[in-house]
């Protein structure tokens, strides 16, 4: 009798740079290109502390990933964590409502790429989408060190890109055209925070790479630290830029702030080229990023049988989870059909993935009080005590921003809630008996 086949296992081949640029990969993107019209309407010049006042909860929440990163690196980390840690239904549920937000942010992803390169040259959009998505996928099927490495490269290019635009504007910046940022009510700045955000979001998105990365124990903490410090300098830069060019009135009533703030030092054409050349990077960048973790997160359901196990399956030469990756380009073309408005994918895209900060924020307080053989492998050197106070403040921070956009649509809640219902209805008939 032969001896059982020995499972085909996940290459590790993530470095540090691939961490960072994974987490910083996936941050900055998009936002950057549409959020500071709303901010500068909100709080004027007090957007310029509003991205400071955003990171602190990113910060509680990647600090939280960091230590779970550390000492128990797995891929679709967002799943197993709360699964392991909390209960397996908790686990599913979370994995589940993503699938939505994973959706909603590749049609955002998609939508806006293609109005800016329509900009350029006239696009049929949804065709043009639909290119973009399998694009994507198909680079992530072929392996995840190919993904890495074309992660790496559109980083580069976008960071030269927004060098770019700061270096030719910070000549030109006025104070007085500025503002006072330090001299805006309180009030104002809190309320520009929940939209600033989403700047941050998705800055741990290496952890669902965690069995691929090499040496995670130090990899993953110092690269998501190192991604968070990249992200916030490259956001403050461009924003005071802007800020000093346009001024709070003028990026206000723009309806595409840095292509307007790029006019003032490099004239129409040229600042039309820099801008959607830099929208272009980010947003293939930021979609790449997606699309390896959406598949990731689906591979480990698999894996563990809350989903079909063919999911778990791994290409015997790519070794990728092509099954799952097949899975999630297939819910991004589905994705096309939901409603077009940005808010409405916003919404969908923020809470659940507030909800899986949550889940994971209170499995770091589950693990630092009740596993200390894994918490002893943890590489942040972090008391006990101070790990449940990290997890706690990262569940009340992340349910409060979970509310913030109820007013605004209630009809992602109820997408959410539905899909919720749907999750739960297949978690009693098939999930729960793995």
């Known amino acids: 009798m032969s001896a059982p086949a020995t499972p085909i296992q996940l290459g590790k081949s993530v470095g540090l740079v691939g961490v960072v640029t994974f987490g910083a990969g996936t941050a900055i993107g998009v936002s950057i290109f549409t959020i500071l019209g709303p901010t500068a309407q909100v709080a004027g010049a007090g957007l310029l502390p509003a991205i400071g006042l955003a990171a602190l909860p990113m910060l509680i929440f990647a600090l939280a990933y960091a230590y779970l990163g550390s000492a128990l690196p797995v891929s679709g980390a967002s799943y197993e964590w709360p699964r ?22 590749m049609a955002i992803l998609s939508q806006v790429l293609v109005g800016y390169l329509g900009m350029v040259v006239p696009l049929p959009p949804l065709p043009a989408m639909a290119a973009l998505i399998t694009l994507v996928f198909a680079l992530n099927y072929r392996g995840v ?35 006072a940022p330090l001299s805006v009510p309180l009030p104002q700045v809190l309320a520009a925070v929940p939209l600033m955000i989403s700047l941050f979001l998705g800055i741990e998105s290496a952890v669902e790479i965690g069995e691929e990365v090499r040496n995670p124990a130090r990899t993953m903490p110092l690269g998501i630290a190192l991604a968070i410090a990249l992200t916030a300098l490259v956001y403050g830069a461009v924003a ?10 003028g990026l206000a009533a723009s309806k595409a702030p840095l292509l307007d703030a790029a006019r003032v030092v490099m004239g129409s054409p040229a600042a039309t080229i820099l ?21 990731r997160s689906l591979f480990a359901m ?10 778990g399956r791994v290409h ?18 589905a994705g096309m059909l939901l409603p077009q408005s940005l808010v409405f994918l916003l919404l969908a895209v923020n809470l659940p993935t507030m909800l899986k900060y949550a889940a994971c924020s209170w499995s770091a307080t ?14 942040l050197g972090m008391a006990p005590a101070t790990v ?15 509310a913030f956009g109820v007013e605004a649509d209630p009809r992602p809640y109820l997408l959410v809630g539905g899909w919720l219902v749907l999750g739960l209805a297949w978690w009693f008939a098939f999930a729960r008996r793995s």
Do not use: D, Y
């Open 145 to 179: 060190a190919l993904a890495a490495k074309a992660q790496t490269a559109l980083m580069a290019l976008l960071l030269v890109v927004l060098a770019l635009l700061v270096a030719l504007g910070l000549p030109h910046v006025r104070v007085a055209t500025m503002g």
């Open 366 to 379: 589950v693990v630092a009080r009740h596993h200390p053989e894994i918490h002893a492998r943890a590489a």
């Open 302 to 311: 698999g894996r563990s049988g809350a989903l079909p196990t063919a999911l």
């Open 84 to 105: 392991r840690f909390i209960h397996p239904a908790v686990g599913f549920l979370i994995a589940w409502m993503r699938i939505v937000a994973n959706v909603g942010a």
């Open 240 to 249: 005071a830029t802007a800020l000093g060019l346009v001024g709070p009135a």
């Open 388 to 402: 449940t106070l990290i997890g706690l403040a990262g569940v009340v921070a992340a349910l409060a921003i979970a």
């Open 275 to 295: 801008i959607v050349g830099a929208a272009t990077l980010s947003i293939v960048k930021s979609m790449n990023a997606l699309a390896l973790t959406f598949s």
């Open 316 to 333: 015997p030469r790519f070794a990728t989870p092509h099954v799952a990756v097949l899975l999630a380009w297939a819910c991004a073309m």
